[in-house]
């Protein structure tokens, strides 16, 4: 698994994306005719304007503002493929223990000590995490805080 993401900015954002990728330490490196290798710490802190209609890891980026423009639900709202209880009936039936998580739940998760949540400027409301972009908050609230 690569340590970057690559990225294709649309041909629009391709200059955007360049003069944004070169003003960053280290440097967006190019991997291809029209596309970036940047950190994925980068890439959380990359101006929404610059992604919009861009290749992300070979997928489409989709930002919330254009969600909100199209009327498109946000992810994780509709979930296709889910698995339900009778899907797991092979494995219950074969002696598998289907009476709990097989996974330590998130309130016994230790503290992350890397970094002062208290010091950054955009504050989860529904946790005490903090983030050092809007987007990285609204990502993160998307992805942690679905409402079922």
């Keep these: 698994m690569s340590d970057e993401i690559h990225i294709e900015p649309a041909p629009s954002r391709r200059v955007a994306f360049a003069r944004w990728g070169v003003a960053q330490t280290p440097k967006a490196r190019t991997v291809g005719v029209a596309t970036f290798a ?6 959380v802190d990359a101006p929404e304007e610059v992604l919009i209609g861009a290749l992300v890891d070979g997928r489409r980026y989709v930002s919330p503002a254009e969600d909100e423009d199209n009327g498109t639900p946000p ?4 979930l296709l493929g889910v ?10 039936a074969a002696g598998g223990d289907s ?9 016994d ?8 949540d208290e010091a950054l400027p955009y504050a989860c409301p529904l946790c005490p995490r903090s983030f050092t ?16």
């Design 75 to 78: 992810p994780g709202a509709e």
């Design 99 to 107: 009476s709990g998580p097989d996974f330590a739940p998130l309130d």
């Design 133 to 148: 972009t809007e987007r990285g908050r609204d990502t993160h609230r998307r992805q942690v805080h679905r409402e079922d």
């Design 38 to 43: 940047v950190l994925p710490r980068q890439f």
């Design 83 to 92: 698995a339900t209880e009778a899907g797991f009936t092979g494995s219950a």
């Design 109 to 116: 998760a230790p503290e992350d000590d890397g970094q002062d």
